[in-house]
């Protein structure tokens, strides 16, 4: 959270791409024959983040990687997502800096993070449903702890 305070903006917006850009598992995984406990998984993230004003829409890409973290530690797959979200009062909710460059909300980008997060978890879901790592399911993530501490500047 930003050390200004900042306005309640109601924001209205909808999900208008939902991909799953990369699935593959790693050698290491498609060789291995013995079930991984469900609590023996890691999950690593990467965000980007992305505003287009012209479309007056926000994007969030995660690269993520699956690992296990038990007696036999390692990378056991990547997946990729995007999600792009059309945001119908663009011109209220997002402004420009001093600088030109577009800044969103803390509350507007927790929204982003956590539809992108859980479809996440649901392509996870869905590509590992018939392998021994169907029980790798994404834990619930609290993405307000994914928000800068500060305003995002982007553009």
């Given amino acids: 959270m930003s050390t200004q305070q900042q306005p309640q903006i109601q924001i209205s917006f909808s999900l208008r791409t939902c991909k799953c850009l990369l699935f593959e598992l790693t050698d290491v995984a498609k060789q291995n024959q013995i079930g991984i406990p469900f609590d023996k998984y890691k999950f690593d993230f990467r965000f980007k983040f992305d505003l287009d004003g012209e479309k007056k829409t926000a994007t969030i890409r995660i690269d993520s990687v699956l690992s296990s973290i038990s007696d036999t530690p390692g990378i056991l797959a990547t997946l990729n997502s995007i999600n792009e979200f059309l945001i119908v009062n663009f ?9 030109g ?9 927790h929204s982003f993070l956590s539809v992108s997060v859980s479809s996440l978890r649901g392509m996870y879901i869905i590509k590992l449903e018939d392998t021994i790592y169907s029980n790798a399911i994404l834990p619930l993530v609290d993405t307000s702890q994914l928000v800068p501490k500060k305003t995002v500047n982007l553009g």
């Fill in 91 to 99: 011109d209220k909710v997002v402004v420009k800096n001093i600088h």
């Fill in 101 to 109: 460059q577009l800044q969103i909300p803390d509350a507007a980008l």
